[in-house]
C-alpha cells in the first residue's frame, strides 16, 4: 500500500500555476475581473451592453463574466475597466 503525499497551497493560484510570479498573476487578473463583471451586474448590463461599453465582443465579455482568466491580459482588463469608467490602482504588499 503506498501513501501518497498531499500538497497545501496557499490559493488555488498558488496551486496551478508553475512559479510563484504567475500565481500573483493569475491572482490579479481574477480579482480585476470579479470587480469587472461586479460593475457590470451593479449596472444591469447585458453582456451585449457591457461588451458595447467596453469595445469587446459579446463572447469576449462571456469569458470574462465567466471568470475564464486564461483568456485576458492584465493590459486587457486594465483596457476594459477603463473603459466602464474605473481606474485602476496597483498596491503592493509585502508577501506573506
Not at 475581473?33 to 460593475?39: D, H, L, P, T
Not at 451592453?49 to 469569458?63: F, I, L
Not at 463574466?65 to 490602482?89: C, E, K, M, P, Q
Request: aromatic letters at 4%; a negative charge; charged letters at 20%.
Amino acid at each position: 500500500m503506498s501513501k501518497s503525499k498531499t500538497e497545501s497551497y496557499t490559493s488555488v493560484w498558488d496551486a496551478i500555476a508553475d512559479t510563484p510570479e504567475q500565481a500573483a498573476n493569475l491572482r490579479a487578473r481574477a480579482e480585476l475581473m470579479q470587480q469587472i463583471a461586479a460593475i457590470i451586474a451593479e449596472n444591469g448590463w447585458t453582456q451585449a451592453e457591457a461588451a458595447a461599453q467596453c469595445g469587446v465582443t459579446q463572447p469576449r465579455m462571456n469569458d470574462l463574466v465567466r471568470g475564464r482568466v486564461s483568456h485576458f491580459s492584465l493590459d486587457a482588463l486594465v483596457n476594459i475597466a477603463t473603459a466602464i469608467g474605473r481606474r485602476v490602482h496597483v498596491e503592493l504588499l509585502e508577501a506573506a
